[in-house]
T-cell receptor, first 115, second 114 residues
Framework: AQTVTQSQPEMSVQEAETVTLSCTYDTSESDYYLFWYKQPPSRQMILVIRQEAYKQQNATENRFSVNFQKAAKSFSLKISDSQLGDAAMYFCAYRGVNTGNQFYFGTGTSLTVIP | KAGVTQTPRYLIKTRGQQVTLSCSPISGHRSVSWYQQTPGQGLQFLFEYFSETQRNKGNFPGRFSGRQFSNSRSEMNVSTLELGDSALYLC?????????????FGEGSRLTVL
C-alpha cells in the first residue's frame, strides 16, 4: 500500500517569511497525483495545491509552490510571504490513477505563524 | 452551490452503543469517501462509495460500515463503540469516477466515546 510521510509534526514561521513543509511518499505506481490540503483550526479541509506526477513542471498557486522530485518521491510545499491566515494543519496526500478516489494522507504538519 | 454537509457535528456516546453519521455531498458529486482523523494518525481511509456501491474499503474492523443512497447521500455506522473510536469523522465528495480533481470535505462529525 502507498504510504505518505510528513516528518515535521510542527513548524513555525515569522510573518512575511518563507517556510517549507516536507513530504515523502512510497509507491510502485508510475502515474499518480499529489496534493497539499490545509485544515485551519475548527474549519474544514481545503485544497492548497495539486501536482500531476507526469508533469515535470512544479505546480504554483500564488504564494504556494511545490518542489516535486519524482525519483526521490519527495513533494514539499513552500509558502512564501507567510500570513497569519496560513496558520493551520497541512496534510500531504497521494492518489493513484487506478485506485478510484482513495487518498492516502500523511499525519500532518501544524504550522504556526508568528506575528 | 452548497458544500458537503455532515450531521451531526458533535455527539457523545458511551461504549457499546452505536452511532450513525450522515453526509450530503455537493450536488452532482457521485463519489463519497469517509475518513477518520485522530491526533498523530492523520486521516485514515474508511471507505468510498460510488453510485451506491462500495468501491474501496480501508483497514477498519467490520464494526464500521456505510452505505450510499440513490441521491448520493451517504451514511456511516459504527456499532459497539470503543473508546478508541473517538475521532473526527470526515466525509468528502468528488465529481466523478475517474476525476483527477480534489476531494471536497465537510466540516466533520466529532464523536466522543465515554
Amino acid at each position: 500500500a502507498q504510504t505518505v510521510t510528513q516528518s515535521q509534526p510542527e513548524m513555525s514561521v515569522q510573518e512575511a517569511e518563507t517556510v517549507t513543509l516536507s513530504c515523502t511518499y512510497d509507491t510502485s505506481e508510475s502515474d499518480y497525483y499529489l496534493f497539499w490540503y490545509k485544515q485551519p483550526p475548527s474549519r474544514q479541509m481545503i485544497l492548497v495545491i495539486r501536482q500531476e506526477a507526469y508533469k515535470q513542471q512544479n505546480a504554483t498557486e500564488n504564494r504556494f509552490s511545490v518542489n516535486f522530485q519524482k525519483a526521490a518521491k519527495s513533494f514539499s510545499l513552500k509558502i512564501s510571504d507567510s500570513q497569519l491566515g496560513d496558520a493551520a494543519m497541512y496534510f500531504c496526500a497521494y492518489r493513484g490513477v487506478n485506485t478510484g478516489n482513495q487518498f492516502y494522507f500523511g499525519t500532518g504538519t501544524s504550522l504556526t505563524v508568528i506575528p | 452551490k452548497a458544500g458537503v454537509t455532515q450531521t451531526p457535528r458533535y455527539l457523545i456516546k458511551t461504549r457499546g452503543q452505536q452511532v450513525t453519521l450522515s453526509c450530503s455531498p455537493i450536488s452532482g458529486h457521485r463519489s463519497v469517501s469517509w475518513y477518520q482523523q485522530t491526533p498523530g494518525q492523520g486521516l485514515q481511509f474508511l471507505f468510498e462509495y460510488f453510485s451506491e456501491t462500495q468501491r474501496n474499503k480501508g483497514n477498519f474492523p467490520g464494526r464500521f460500515s456505510g452505505r450510499q443512497f440513490s441521491n448520493s447521500r451517504s451514511e456511516m455506522n459504527v456499532s459497539t463503540l470503543e473508546l478508541g473510536d473517538s475521532a473526527l469523522y470526515l466525509c468528502a465528495s468528488t465529481q466523478d469516477e475517474w476525476h483527477t480533481g480534489e476531494l471536497f470535505f465537510g466540516e466533520g462529525s466529532r464523536l466522543t466515546v465515554l
